[in-house]
């Protein structure tokens, strides 16, 4: 494997620094078009609120994506479900709920920005539901949410990623409300016991590492986000968090990930 390989965790919205970060390495231009040569790169979803332009940022994703002949691509994350939920349900209610509940409640709760609703388009939404929710890569187990809920959908990385594209395909609000709930949760690998779950992931969906964004590193190192340069390796090593935190001040990271992970 000789192609750098690069993941960048949640973005919310913050096209120009997303920008600055990916042309420091040299993967996009000034204007912001694909550079990468035959680099990889993997987003890891959480494009959408808390910042100012999620749309940009997901039509910038689709953009390099296309220029780099399908090089650079994304998994969604909880946002994305999010962003979705709140476009096709509003403030209906979730059925049997034992309280009201709705997407629009969670989507304002959450950051939503109307003017992200305003623009979200067909193709976008066609683009963000035909993405997957886990991904192995050179033995790097990409997925968004640090969490083993992901395994409630099925046993195969293929499995899934299926089951919640369809999910997303249809219009039942519990099974997308579900979605939503499961890949809000966090944390799985942080205990004492966070190195033998994470194996446990890793010798059910394969994998030598699991990589996840969506719980912020200075949070779990009780720093101010300003302070993080680098990703974190935890849990016995066996896992990469990169999201830094970059809608509450920390920096954007572009992590290349090692070929020499040790299984
Ligand atoms: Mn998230």
């Not at 035959?38 to 100012?52: I, M, N, Q, S, T």
């Not at 959450?110 to 976008?124: E, I, V, W, Y």
């Amino acid at each position: 494997m000789e192609r750098p390989l690069f993941v960048v965790g949640d973005v919310h919205g913050h096209l120009a620094e997303l920008t600055r970060a990916l042309h420091a390495r040299d993967l996009v231009d000034e204007a912001g078009d694909w550079t990468g040569g035959d680099a990889e790169l993997w987003f890891l979803g959480d494009f959408v609120d808390r910042g100012p332009d999620g749309i940009g940022v997901i039509e910038f994703v689709m953009r390099l994506a296309e220029q780099s002949s399908g090089q650079v691509n994304a998994l969604i994350g909880n946002h994305e479900v999010l962003l979705l939920g709140m476009h096709r349900f509003g403030d209906e209610n979730v059925p049997n709920a034992p309280t009201p509940r709705s997407f629009a409640r969670s989507w304002l709760l959450n950051g939503g920005l109307r003017s992200d609703q305003d623009r979200l388009t067909d193709r976008h939404i066609e683009w963000l539901t035909s993405r997957p929710v886990l991904h192995l890569v050179d033995d790097h187990l990409l997925m968004h949410s640090d969490t083993m809920a992901y395994l409630e959908w099925g046993t195969t990385i293929d499995e899934v990623n299926d089951a919640v594209h369809a999910v997303l395909e249809g219009h039942d609000l519990g099974a997308w409300w579900e979605c939503w709930r499961k890949m809000t949760t966090r944390y799985a690998f942080r205990g004492a016991d966070g190195g033998a779950v994470a194996v446990e992931l890793l010798d059910v969906l394969g994998g030598a590492e699991v990589v996840h964004g969506h719980s912020v590193i200075a949070d779990q190192l009780g720093v101010p986000p300003e302070e993080i340069d680098g990703p974190l390796r935890y849990a016995d090593d066996k896992v990469l968090a990169i999201d830094a935190g970059l809608f509450s001040g920390g920096p954007c990271l572009v992590v290349e990930l090692d070929d020499s992970v040790v299984p």
